[in-house]
């Protein structure tokens, strides 16, 4: 790395623990405070030797852990108990023994990655990713097997011959003057720096590739990604019609089908009887019924106010003599088969569905040309009903 | 290498003491053996707690002896002589024991042959659960741990005279066989004496628990007295917060372990929800056994834990001292909720009796008793132990 002329620190080598500790002992006590030891392995006692206060990043680890631990501990309720409640094995949405073992390793791993990235950050003083003992003579020795002690510049009593002669007095292998890496002017557009990103960014993208579309691919775990089978819409090699999805052979009837005798026959000469009993269940069910299926065209009353604004030719009012005098049968022909414009609606709506429509549309009929005896009926019942 | 030149001057400890834990013991013992005569049912449950709580420390002393000589560690070689001394309550347990041995009936519905023979799955447990294999099972593992603290014992203190340098090496290969053994044996001590009260009932975690509760104990009955004595000036001067402050860490460290393992059990059961398995925790949440529950979750992991977390607190001796008794008692605690709640398995209903507190006053007596008397006879620091120097020396 090219050095500047910049002076960082004044550097001495020791060879043995003791000399370093007393070194370190003495450098404190002659009142210097910017210094730092360098060792190949932690030293007891250096800590009260360098006159070292208890480290403060026990408090990030802690508050960072804290919180990793108190989010997951919420996402956890927000994601299983508030937001898409899922049932697990029995268990209370929120159930905090088995959310446990999360919250514990979150907080751990939390506490541990903000620790280091704490710690780098005061080492290395981020944005600067480079400490400049880095790459000298000084550190490849110290990290080997000798004990180094070094002063920066940085501190008010700093005096370059002074602090040499104080390291050789206290037995010093050798001293060292370590300056400042050269500030490099770094630029975006830099050729080196484009070819490096475009080859990171080959790199994942191909890897990842591989990776995912290949790698994961390989015999044997490809059974459940490639099996002997048609997905829709495949092509078939086997059938002449080129069609994997096959149609069902002639005369096939669906399960619980009943097919109706009429079907496509515009105006029948005999049709089905009305099976059904008309109980209030089932004219409720019919009143549901039509409300969803026929009120859109033929009005909710049947009177053929239609609610589609003309998009849609109106369906005919189901009050005419002629529906009234139509048989269930005729009724629920059109409703099975449909009539001119009017759409066919065996497949949205049961057998069932359709003769409790049909009587539905009686009671509307009846509810219609209701006569005064029925007033009296009803008022009898009400005063016998009163007292 | 002799070492004579350790600094250590003998003492003695005022008479006081071991009249203190003379006294405890007779009176525990004296009011034990009146309840054991009018309720010797209820009787045998206090006494099976506290054998247990005198167990535990003793036990778990030797172990740390164990661990100390395995992994050749240093900083403990000071305080290693004051868990010699707590364990040396070991031979006494084949004595203590033959009472309950005696009294198997009142402890366990598999030694009742008519409960047996009407039940099919008690049936396929008598292979184990068996009164003669029982018996001998428990006195086997006594003997061979008093074998043990007998054999590593008489090496330390043979050291402290010739300061044989072998003695350690033999102690290092006796240690090695040891901690395996401590191990099983535990386990099988906690199954046979605790988890078989209720004989249906069964966790593979239980001899962890036990472990984890007894090496808490032990530590906790070591820091107590080491602070105790180096704030009387009996303790060896070069032991400073550094010393403490690793001490407080392994306690530390075996707090957390404790509460990893009793949530593990805890979470695994409440996870599987099988019936034959949740009940035990069911007995232990109804009435009163609600709060005792939640006070250990509180008092044996949470309190301690916050305590002990920060720097300064581990090397802060009065808080040390304060949290390991209060360990101490979480461990009886423990022990009690452990056993107690198991009373109905022979149609005994649980209530508070004062021998609960007699029996625990016996065991405390022991071992203050017997302390004293270690203490009288031999040094406190392994005065020629080799590693010493290193130990008193050690520094953070």
Redo the contacts between chains.
């Keep these: 790395m090219a050095r500047s002329n910049n002076l960082h620190s004044v550097a001495a080598i020791f060879d043995t623990p003791n000399k370093i500790i007393k070194a370190a002992e003495k450098v404190r006590d002659e009142g210097y405070n910017k210094f730092d030891v360098n060792t190949p392995y932690p030293l007891h006692g250096m800590d009260k030797a360098m006159g070292l206060s208890s480290s403060k990043v026990g408090f990030v680890t802690l508050f960072c852990g804290l919180f990793g631990g108190s989010f997951i501990l919420l996402f956890m309720w927000w994601t299983l108990a508030k937001n898409y409640q899922l049932f697990i094995g029995g268990k209370p949405f929120f159930a905090l023994p088995a959310f446990i073992p999360i919250t514990f390793e979150i907080t751990v791993l939390i506490g541990a990655v903000s620790t280091f990235i704490a710690l780098i950050a005061v080492f290395f003083k981020l944005p600067f990713n480079n400490h400049p003992l880095h790459d000298t003579d000084y550190m490849k020795t110290v990290s080997v097997d000798k004990y180094g002690i070094y002063i920066t510049t940085e501190d008010p009593k700093f005096d370059k011959e002074k602090i040499i002669s104080l390291f050789k007095s206290l037995g010093a292998v050798s001293t060292d003057l370590i300056y400042l890496p050269k500030q490099e002017k770094f630029s975006m557009f830099n050729l080196k720096f484009v070819l490096f990103l475009i080859f990171v960014a080959a790199g994942t993208s191909g890897s990842t590739y591989l990776l995912l579309n290949k790698l994961m691919y390989i015999t044997p775990f490809d059974w459940m990604e490639f099996q002997e089978k048609y997905t829709p819409q495949e092509t078939s090699l086997f059938f002449g019609d080129r069609r994997s999805m096959r149609t069902p052979v002639d005369g096939t009837v669906a399960k619980g089908f009943i097919p109706y005798p009429y079907k496509g026959i515009a105006n029948p000469t005999e049709v089905l009887s009305n099976p059904t009993i008309p109980t209030e269940d089932l004219l409720k069910m019919g009143k549901k019924k039509y409300l969803t299926f026929c009120s859109p065209c033929h009005g909710n009353f049947a009177e053929g106010d239609s609610r589609l604004n003309g998009q849609f030719p109106n369906g005919p009012t189901l009050h005419s003599d002629k529906i009234i005098k139509y048989s269930d049968g005729m009724l629920y022909h059109i409703i099975t088969n449909g009539q001119n414009a009017m759409p066919a609606y065996d497949l949205q709506i049961t057998r069932h569905e359709r003769w409790a429509i049909v009587d539905y549309i009686r009671v509307l009929q009846r509810a219609k040309n209701a006569k005064n005896s029925d007033l009296v009926e009803i008022k009898k019942e009400s005063t016998t009903n009163g007292q | 290498m002799a070492n004579n030149d350790s600094g250590y001057i003998k003492k003695v400890l005022p008479s006081k003491i071991g009249k203190i834990g003379l006294i405890l013991f007779i009176i525990g013992a004296v009011t034990g053996l009146y309840g054991y005569i009018f309720d010797p049912s209820r009787a045998v449950f206090s006494y099976l707690t506290s054998f247990w709580f005198l167990l535990s420390i003793a036990v778990g002393s030797l172990l740390l002896v164990a661990i100390e000589y395995a992994a050749s560690a240093t900083w403990s070689t000071p305080f290693r002589r004051m868990s010699e001394f707590l364990a040396s309550s070991i031979p006494l347990l084949i004595i203590l024991v033959i009472p309950l041995l005696l009294s198997i009936q009142y402890l366990f519905v598999w030694s009742h042959t008519d409960v047996v023979a009407n039940d099919h799955m008690l049936q396929a447990k008598s292979v184990f659960l068996n009164t003669p294999f029982f018996s001998v099972r428990v006195i086997v593992i006594l003997l061979i741990w008093s074998l043990f603290y007998y054999l590593i014992i008489r090496n330390s203190r043979q050291q402290d005279n010739s300061g044989d340098q072998a003695l350690t090496k033999n102690n290092i290969k006796l240690s090695i066989i040891f901690i395996p053994l401590f191990a099983i044996s535990l386990t099988l001590q906690s199954i046979d004496w605790i988890m078989s009260l209720e004989t249906k009932w069964f966790s593979t975690m239980f001899g962890v628990y036990l472990f984890a509760g007894a090496t808490c104990s032990a530590l906790a009955a070591l820091a107590f007295i080491s602070v105790l004595l180096k704030e009387k000036g009996y303790f060896h001067p070069k032991i400073t917060k550094d010393h403490f402050y690793s001490l407080g860490t392994l306690m530390f460290v075996f707090i957390c372990f404790w509460g990893y393992i009793a949530?593990s059990q805890?979470?695994l059961i409440?996870?599987g929800?099988l019936p034959e398995e949740t009940f035990w925790f069911m007995q232990r949440w109804e009435g009163g056994w609600k709060f005792v529950s939640l006070f250990i979750i509180f008092g044996h992991f949470i309190v301690p834990f916050a305590t002990l977390l920060?720097?300064?607190s581990k090397t802060n001796l009065k808080k040390l001292k304060f949290i390991s008794i209060w360990i101490l008692a979480m461990h009886f605690i423990d022990l009690y909720w452990l056993i107690m709640p198991s009373m109905h398995g022979n149609g005994l209903h649980y209530s508070f009796s004062w021998m609960d507190i007699s029996f625990l006053a016996a065991s405390v007596g022991i071992i203050i008793f017997m302390f004293n008397k270690m203490f009288e006879r031999y040094n406190l620091i392994p005065v020629k132990d080799p590693k010493l120097q290193r130990g008193l020396d050690?520094?953070?």
């Design positions: 949530f805890y979470m409440w996870y929800n920060s720097h300064p050690f520094h953070l």
